[in-house]
């Protein structure tokens, strides 16, 4: 069973910055598209951004130009930037993995608050 650690999450100010970690298990890493995800309470889960094999990025509208993904295929982690955080960024973040060949698995999410 593929497992995905994130970490990094916590409690900082309008306009600060977090930078969120998701390591996974097992050897599959490179072959994995990976993305962020959001849960505000109340609300559906929503992408945030997306990486692919290749490092291709996308985007949510409203990061663009605050966050920023990326991944290390020799640590087998993605990471998320965040900066000029605002309070409506505040969320439980989910990491994704997603492969034809292993399967799709979400990690168990870290909490972020953004206070005003």
């Known amino acids: 069973q593929l497992q995905l650690v994130e970490s990094g999450g916590g409690l900082v100010q309008a306009g600060g910055s977090l930078r969120l970690s998701c390591a996974t298990s097992?050897?599959?890493?490179?072959?994995?598209?990976m993305g962020w995800y959001r849960q505000a309470p109340g609300k559906q889960r929503e992408l945030v951004a997306t990486i692919t094999t290749a490092s291709t990025t996308n985007y949510a509208d409203f990061v663009k130009g605050r966050f920023t993904i990326s991944r290390d295929n020799a640590k087998n982690t993605v990471y998320l930037q965040m900066n000029s955080l605002k309070p409506e960024d505040t969320a439980v973040y989910y990491c994704?993995?997603?492969?034809?060949?292993?399967?799709?698995?979400w990690g168990q999410g870290t909490q972020v608050t953004v206070s005003s």
């Open positions: 097992g050897s599959f890493f490179r072959i994995a598209n």
């Open positions: 994704y993995f997603n492969s034809p060949l292993v399967g799709n698995y």
